[in-house]
C-alpha cells in the first residue's frame, strides 16, 4: 500500500516496484487475512479472517521483479545472496560464468563476488518472447528457447562456462541452452541453480505442470544432468536459499521444494508422491 503525492490518493499493487512508477511513498505491506477499502474517507482496514504470512519463495527467485521489496527485503540484493550462497557450495573451475536472463543476472553477479571467476553476458535476449515454461507444447516451449536466447559466441568460444539460472522446471529450457552453448563453441558447460530442485506442483495459481513432467521429481540429479547434456550440474541446497533470503522459514511457503503445502490442497494431495 502507498500513498500518492500530495493529496493525490492512495495506491495498491502487488509489488512495491509499481508504487515507484508512479512516484507513490510505500506505507506498509497488506497483512494476510487484512481487507483495506478506500474511500473518500480515506483508508479503512477490517480482519476478514485469521492469517499466517507465507510468501512463496518463488517471488524472490524469479516472479518478483528485481526492484521490488519484499517483506523489507531486496529482491535484487536477495537473488545476488543466492548466488554468494551458490558459490560457497559449488565452487567451480571456470573461465567465465554467464547468467540466463534476466531473473538469474543478480544471482550470477553474487556468483562472480564470491568466486572471483569473471562475470560476461553469454546470451543476447529476444524482448519479444516472453516466459518459455507456461507454453503449452514442448516442441513451442523448444522453438521459443531458440528465439528468445541467441548465445554470443565470443564470449563463448573454448571457455569453459558456467551457467546460471534460477530454476529448473522440466527441463526444456535447460537442455536447449546448454544445447547452444555447445554449439556456441563453449569448453565445457557447468549448470548451477540458484534455488533447490523443484519436486511438487505449485495449486495457487502459478502455472506449474503437475509433478508426473517435473524433472527433479522423476529424476536423480546424475539423471538430469544427463538428460540436460552439462557436463555438471549443482542446485543450491534450501539452507542455503533460506539463508540467502534473511527471513525465518515460518514466513515463507516453500512447497515446491518440500511438499509442505502452507494451506490444504485437498483431493489434490491424491496426485502428489510425498516420498520424494
Known amino acids: 500500500m502507498g500513498k500518492l503525492p500530495k493529496k493525490e490518493g492512495y495506491i495498491v499493487a502487488s509489488e512495491t516496484c509499481a508504487l515507484d512508477t508512479v512516484r507513490a511513498r510505500f506505507i506498509r505491506d497488506i497483512k494476510p487475512g487484512e481487507m483495506v477499502v478506500i474511500d473518500e474517507k480515506g483508508i479503512h482496514s477490517s480482519k476478514l479472517a485469521k492469517g499466517e504470512q507465507k510468501l ?14 519484499l517483506l523489507g527485503k531486496s529482491v ?11 558459490a560457497k557450495e559449488f565452487p567451480e573451475p571456470a573461465d567465465v560464468v554467464i547468467p540466463v536472463p534476466d531473473s538469474a543476472i543478480p544471482a550470477a ?5 564470491e568466486s572471483g571467476v569473471p562475470f560476461d553476458h553469454g546470451f543476447v535476449k529476444n524482448r519479444y518472447i516472453h516466459r518459455t515454461f507456461i507454453r503449452p507444447d514442448q516442441s513451442l516451449r523448444e522453438r521459443d528457447v531458440s528465439l528468445k536466447l541467441n548465445p554470443l559466441t565470443c564470449v563463448l568460444k573454448n571457455k569453459r562456462v558456467i551457467v546460471i539460472d534460477d530454476s529448473i522446471v522440466r527441463g526444456t529450457t535447460s537442455r536447449k541452452l546448454v544445447e547452444l552453448l555447445k554449439k556456441a563453441g563453449a569448453k565445457s558447460v557447468t549448470l548451477l541453480i540458484s534455488s533447490p530442485p523443484v519436486k511438487y506442483p505449485d495449486f495457487y495459481g502459478i502455472d506449474t505442470p ?17 538428460y540436460i547434456g552439462a557436463h555438471a550440474l549443482g542446485f543450491l541446497s534450501l539452507e542455503g536459499t533460506l539463508r540467502a533470503t534473511g ?9 515446491c521444494f518440500t511438499g509442505e503445502y502452507p494451506i490444504d ?12
Not at 76 to 86: F, S, Y
Not at 247 to 255: N, Q, R
Request: charged share 30%; hydrophobic share 45%.
Open 247 to 255: 527471513l525465518p522459514k515460518e514466513l515463507l511457503s516453500l512447497a
Open 109 to 113: 553477479i553474487g556468483y562472480c563476488e
Open 76 to 86: 535484487n540484493e536477495v537473488r545476488r545472496q543466492l548466488g554468494k550462497e551458490l
Open 265 to 276: 490442497i485437498l483431493e489434490r494431495k491424491e496426485e502428489i508422491d510425498f516420498t520424494l
Open 56 to 69: 512463496d519463495i518463488f517471488e524472490f527467485i524469479y516472479f518478483a521483479r528485481p526492484d521490488s521489496m
Open 210 to 226: 503437475t509433478q508426473d513432467h517435473l524433472l527433479a521429481a522423476n529424476h536423480s540429479v546424475l539423471a538430469m544432468k544427463k
